[in-house]
């Protein structure tokens, strides 16, 4: 199965991070990445700019409607995320706890659709 | 054959059958749907033919050819053949094996699925009663004191996630097995505590549940042994369940345990529960609550009678559980030790100040335990009054009546 592990974490306490924080992250995030590459589970993955740089799209009537930033204003914000291969919910959940940002925000697991 | 046995044997059955019927079949919906269109041709033929000799086997067999026959079908509607429903006709091919241990296993499998900690605590034992346990719906509903339903409807959706969230039907592996298992032992517990005194109705026991969550706890004591945990629950069940047939008169009346004619409580499940408490308090590492509760379980099973047991002890042994894993149980259960020992004012105390720190907020044995204090106290009004809100408070009926009898003997 597909899974889509959605990483949550505060922008504000990551806006807070020195020099040294940021390339630690980053380390363990490569990390990370590089062993379920190697162990084939890896679909894709990608951190997100702030959400201050994010649009909002809706279209009611016809019309297109943008507003600036998120949909919701929430406590955690999306990161970035990885498509993952993996067996069972099981192995995602294991997947999931070894995403650095589990540690400080959190992890959405969602089983990605299969049409038919 | 009436109705009513057959409905019986149906209980009796659905967990197992069904648990094989999943790994048969590959697909938790589909068994169960295969399972109830058995029940269908069994309500349909037994009371008319003779029984089979083995009735689950005859269920197991006639639900894999139902299912068999809807995955024929869904493949003719269907030109491509998925490889699951592939996969799942191969193996429904295979005559399912009446040997003890794969059944074993196939229970086991059914109850970490339904205990997945992917679902809420609730949608767990909700599971578990429905599909291990065998319960109906409405039971289930009754259970959680929430309309049909509502039940149904979770109870469609938490299967849903088994299959869209690829929850695996399986033992977890060695290194995630203890967590995994203290969530099992939780709701093994509750069914067990729905068995021993149940939520609602007209019956005070339910000992088929209570069986069914001994019978499990054995099972998984069995799977993993040397765990206190386990052996600590199992020892705390049978010493309680050793007292069941002590508990209510023929008549259906509750007999509360000062009052219990211990020459009908059950000596082989005493001598068992207390040889387990034994090894399991042997285990080393820190106290562990299940092995704590059933030491006190098994300080009452010991005494002689009701005055002479170790109170001291027992209120200690609470104080220990408060420390590890406090809870509004506890804590009313170590008052009641409490009255024993240093008299029911202090225990009214202890109650009091608790209720004042709102710790036992809309518990519903709190005025139960309080009316029987204050009895002793000879505060004859008061205890009416909590008599009164403890009536009000339960929705089982042999506590009503025994409430009843209370405020009959305290007089007007």
Redesign the interface.
């Known amino acids: 199965?597909q899974?889509l592990l959605m990483i949550y974490r505060s922008e504000s306490e990551f806006f807070k991070l020195n020099d040294a924080g940021l390339a630690k992250l980053s380390a363990d995030y490569g990390a990370f990445t590089q062993s379920i590459i190697q162990s084939g589970h890896f679909k894709a993955g990608d951190g997100l700019q702030p959400t201050t740089t994010a649009t909002t799209v809706r279209v009611r009537d016809g019309k297109i409607l943008t507003t600036d930033g998120p949909f919701a204003e929430t406590r955690e914000q999306l990161a970035g995320y990885y498509l993952v291969d993996?067996?069972?919910?099981?192995a995602?959940?294991e997947m999931a706890s070894r995403i650095p940002g589990a540690k400080d925000g959190s992890v959405e697991?969602r089983?990605v659709m299969i049409y038919? | 054959m009436t109705s009513a046995e057959i409905e019986k044997i149906f209980r009796d059955e659905t967990g197992r059958a069904l648990a094989t019927l999943i790994r048969l079949v590959g697909d938790f919906d589909l068994a169960e749907d295969a399972l109830q269109e058995a029940f269908a041709a069994a309500l349909e033929r037994w009371p008319r033919t003779e029984m089979p000799a083995n009735p689950r086997a005859w269920l197991v067999s006639v639900a894999r050819n139902k299912a068999i026959d809807r995955i024929r079908r869904q493949i003719a509607f269907?030109e491509k053949q998925?490889e699951l429903t592939h996969e799942a006709l191969l193996d429904a091919e295979i005559v399912p094996e009446e040997n003890g241990a794969a059944l074993d296993d196939d229970m086991l499998r059914l109850i970490f699925t339904c205990c997945?900690p992917?679902f809420a605590a609730e949608v767990q034992v909700a599971l578990t009663l429905r599909t291990v346990c065998g319960l109906t719906t409405a039971q289930v509903a009754r259970a959680f004191l929430v309309g049909e339903e509502a039940m149904a409807q979770r109870l469609v959706r938490a299967k849903q996630k088994i299959r869209?969230?690829?929850?695996?039907y399986e033992v977890?592996e060695r290194e995630?097995l203890g967590l995994r298992l203290r969530g099992v032992l939780a709701v093994i517990y509750l069914v067990f505590t729905e068995g021993y005194v149940a939520t609602s109705g007209e019956a005070l026991m339910r000992p088929d549940l209570a069986r069914e969550a001994i019978r499990l706890a054995r099972l998984l004591d069995a799977l993993m042994p040397g765990r206190r945990e386990v052996k600590g629950l199992l020892a705390l069940m049978l010493l309680h369940d050793a007292r069941r047939a002590g508990r209510q008169t023929e008549g259906g009346e509750i007999v509360l345990l000062e009052e219990q004619d211990r020459a009908l409580w059950d000596q082989a499940q005493i001598t068992e529960g207390l040889r387990l408490v034994e090894e399991a308090l042997q285990l080393p590492g820190r106290p562990e609550a299940y092995a704590v509760q059933a030491a006190i379980a098994a300080l009452h099973a010991r005494a002689p009678n009701f005055q002479d047991t170790d109170w001291k002890q027992i209120a200690g042994l609470y104080e220990v559980l408060l420390r590890i894993s406090p809870s509004a149980v506890i804590e009313l259960n170590h008052a009641a030790a409490v009255s024993m020992v240093d008299g029911p004012a202090r225990a009214l105390d202890l109650i009091d100040a608790l209720q004042a720190r709102g710790g036992l907020d809309g518990y519903e044995l709190l005025p139960a335990v309080r009316a029987d204090l204050l009895r002793r106290l000879g505060r004859d009004r008061a205890a009416r009054e909590a008599y009164l809100a403890a009536s009000a408070a339960t929705q089982l009926e042999p506590l009503r009546r025994l409430y009843a009898r209370r405020l009959a003997e305290l007089g007007p």
């Open positions: 199965m899974y993996a067996k069972d919910l099981d995602a959940i697991i089983p038919k | 269907r998925p997945h992917s869209l969230a690829g929850i695996p977890p995630a």
